[in-house]
Nanobody, 122 residues
Framework: EVQLAESGGGMVQPGRSLRLTCAASGFTSSSYVMNWVSQAPGKGLEWVSD????????YCADSVKGRFSNSRDNAKNTLALQMNSLKPEDTAVYYC???????????????WGQGTQVTVSS
């Protein structure tokens, strides 16, 4: 059974940090580009970051560039999103998702986790 399980969400004050992790099982995650996607309250899905098969290349959305970083450990089948200098507008449910090809639409991602809530508030 394919599973992506996010953890690490919570409530933090602006300017603080959180580290989200995603554990993959049931498929060969090293054969997939791994993504983070967010959904803020009342809004649609928004791509946040991706990382290629071996972790050698990552991209981030402009809104989080310089604050968020993406990493993966293929030996452990895990993905991590380090979120620094958090802002209230980062409040969202964050999903990890696997894509068999780079640069694909989020609506074509192959596998999704259940999401973890991040709330940034003073």
């Amino acid at each position: 059974e394919v599973q992506l399980a996010e953890s690490g969400g919570g409530m933090v004050q602006p300017g603080r940090s959180l580290r989200l992790t995603c554990a993959a099982s049931g498929f060969t995650s090293s054969s997939y580009v791994m993504n983070w996607v967010s959904q803020a309250p009342g809004k649609g899905l928004e791509w946040v970051s991706d990382i290629n098969y071996d972790g050698g290349r990552t991209y981030c959305a402009d809104s989080v560039k310089g604050r968020f970083s993406n990493s993966r450990d293929n030996a452990k089948n895990t993905l991590a999103l380090q979120m620094n200098s958090l802002k209230p507008e980062d409040t969202a449910v964050y999903y990890c998702a696997a894509d068999h090809q780079p640069g694909g639409s989020i609506f074509g991602f192959d596998y999704w986790g259940q999401g973890t809530q991040v709330t940034v508030s003073s």
